[in-house]
């Protein structure tokens, strides 16, 4: 999918209110469709230290289009996919993708076998089109709020 305006590096701390900023763009704008406003709500509720921390302790990569943040993944050691956001205006073309490919390659790397993530109900169409499969539908409660997601796994 080349795309030369396109870059995937990894995460520097500066990067913190861009990638706070998308995902929660990507939850008011994008998941809004398939949530209802208590659960959105909730889930782009934002504590900036706990997001500082988390950033700061497992490899994340940011995708930069024209000079600016526009998405964003990460990989835990155990294979978890915590994070993919995509900002709305940019969605659809590829960014997404891009970023996996960049999560998959160092999980590889890391010896890895197989990636798992919760995914929204948004976003499980696209981890269905990369080769993602249903674990399980699971409710989660966050904030006072239940929200229906769905755990995925890809063997590597
Ligand atoms: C889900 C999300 C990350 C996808 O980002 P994106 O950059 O638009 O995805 P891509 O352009 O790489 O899409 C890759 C493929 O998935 C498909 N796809 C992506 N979103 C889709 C959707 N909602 N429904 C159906 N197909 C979808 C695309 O058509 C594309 O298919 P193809 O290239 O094989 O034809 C983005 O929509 C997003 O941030 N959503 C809101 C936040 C969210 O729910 N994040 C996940 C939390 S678990």
Redesign the pocket.
């Known amino acids: ?1 080349p795309n030369p305006d396109l870059s995937v590096r990894r995460y520097r701390e500066a990067d913190l209110d861009a990638v706070i900023a ?2 929660q763009r ?2 008011r704008e ?2 809004a469709r ?1 949530y209802d406003p208590v659960q959105i709500a909730a889930w782009s509720t934002v504590d900036r230290t706990r997001w500082r921390e988390r950033r700061g302790s497992r490899p994340t990569w940011v995708a930069v289009r024209h000079g600016m943040v526009v ?1 964003f993944s990460d990989l835990e050691p155990d294979g978890h996919l915590d ?6 205006g ?11 490919a960049t999560v998959e390659s160092a999980a590889r790397e890391g010896g890895l076998l197989h990636l798992f ?14 080769g993602f499969q249903l674990v399980a539908e699971q409710q989660v409660e966050l904030r006072g709020a239940t929200l229906t ?1 769905f755990r995925m796994r890809k063997l590597l």
């Open positions: 999918m998308v995902f990507a939850v994008t998941a398939d998405g994070m993919m956001f995509v900002d709305p940019h969605q659809g073309a590829g960014i997404a993708s891009r970023l996996l993530t919760e995914a929204s109900r948004t976003a499980r169409p696209f981890f269905e089109r990369r997601n």
